[in-house]
């Protein structure tokens, strides 16, 4: 929505949307450096320059954050490289020391080993329907500065994280179900017919 609300949540919560990473696009666009480390913040991997964007893609092969993937019919393709050198991930752990350990994500949880005590951040804009644990124990919220998921992770272990929205997903099968009841009821039918018998 116009005011940065979600369209499809009613809890009235702000989600980050292009607004928030504009300036980051802008530095990226003017070879700033550094301006990979803010998209890295929201687990942005890879940066696409679309088929016949030559002005765009003159720009970002000129960032020194970014590494030249290929190109395809879809477009030029560039790895977004953070300066401390860890790779860019949708989930990490960050201890208090600044060591980084990356979680293996899938699309909508992940899960690793974490040696040290320090902050699980999800990069994505907060949500309730995220859940992680230590250890089989849930973890507990914290604010991060950037409005994104976090998590105190208060000692080491195995970490998991999840997204589980079950209200959503009820609503979806209710809704399939529906439509699946409505399209068998248009299948039409076949009535019986009578001949007419004269004595």
Same mark, same amino acid.
Do not use: C, Y
């Given at each position: 929505?116009?005011? !940065? $609300?979600?369209?499809? $949540?009613?809890? %009235?919560?702000?989600?980050?949307?292009?607004?928030?990473?504009?300036?980051?696009?802008?530095?990226?666009? !003017?070879?700033?450096?550094?301006?990979?480390?803010?998209?890295?913040?929201?687990?942005?991997?890879?940066?696409?320059?679309?088929?016949? *964007? @030559?002005?765009?893609? #003159?720009?970002?092969?000129?960032?020194? @954050?970014?590494?030249?993937? %290929?190109?395809?019919?879809?477009?030029?393709?560039?790895?977004?490289?953070? /300066?401390? !050198?860890?790779?860019?991930?949708?989930?990490?752990?960050? /201890?208090?020391?600044?060591?980084?350990?990356?979680?293996?994500? %899938?699309?909508?949880? %992940?899960?690793?080993?974490? /040696?040290?005590?320090?902050?699980?951040?999800?990069?994505? *804009?907060?949500?309730? *329907?995220?859940?992680?644990?230590?250890?089989?124990? *849930?973890?507990?919220?914290?604010?991060?500065?950037?409005? $994104?998921?976090?998590?105190?992770?208060?000692? #080491?272990?195995?970490?998991?994280?999840?997204? @589980?929205?079950?209200?959503?997903?009820?609503?979806?099968?209710?809704?399939?179900?529906?439509?699946?009841?409505?399209?068998?009821?248009?299948?039409?039918? $076949?009535?019986?017919?009578?001949?007419?018998?004269?004595?």
């Amino acid at each position: 929505m116009a005011d !940065g $609300r979600s369209a499809v $949540r009613t809890d %009235g919560l702000t989600v980050v949307g292009a607004d928030v990473l504009a300036e980051a696009t802008a530095d990226l666009l !003017g070879a700033v450096a550094g301006a990979g480390d803010a998209l890295a913040e929201w687990g942005i991997g890879v940066v696409v320059a679309e088929p016949g *964007a @030559d002005t765009v893609a #003159d720009s970002l092969a000129q960032a020194p @954050d970014l590494t030249l993937l %290929g190109s395809s019919d879809r477009g030029t393709s560039w790895r977004v490289n953070r /300066t401390e !050198g860890v790779p860019v991930s949708r989930a990490w752990v960050e /201890t208090d020391e600044g060591d980084v350990t990356v979680l293996d994500m %899938g699309r909508s949880a %992940g899960r690793g080993d974490v /040696t040290a005590a320090g902050t699980l951040v999800v990069a994505a *804009a907060e949500d309730a *329907a995220w859940t992680a644990t230590l250890d089989g124990v *849930a973890l507990e919220r914290v604010e991060d500065p950037l409005g $994104r998921v976090a998590f105190a992770v208060p000692a #080491d272990g195995r970490v998991a994280v999840a997204f @589980d929205d079950t209200s959503h997903r009820l609503w979806w099968w209710l809704g399939a179900a529906a439509l699946a009841w409505a399209a068998l009821g248009a299948i039409p039918l $076949r009535t019986r017919t009578f001949k007419e018998v004269r004595v």
